[in-house]
């Protein structure tokens, strides 16, 4: 399903599970292409960043999740991991 995003999001949390951070992140940044604003792609590029220990990078993919929408349950989470890692 290439034009699917949450597939794509799926197949990227595999690779993350996995621990090939560099494919996940690429997977995932490929499902952007199809929808930027796909809240849980953004999220989870923000993990996946964090886990491969780039805060910078992850703090900035959290802040787009909280953009897209800061009432949603995937923006809040976004907004406390913002605030818990400075």
Known sequence: HPQNVDV?????????????????????????????????????????NFANNDVAEARKWWQNAVDIDPNSNIGKKAEELLKSNN
């Open 8 to 48: 794509i999001v799926d197949m990227g949390v595999c690779y993350f599970e996995m621990k090939q951070y560099d494919k996940s992140i690429e997977t995932i940044k490929s499902a952007l292409d199809v929808n930027p604003k796909h809240q849980i792609a953004n999220f989870n590029l923000g993990i996946v």
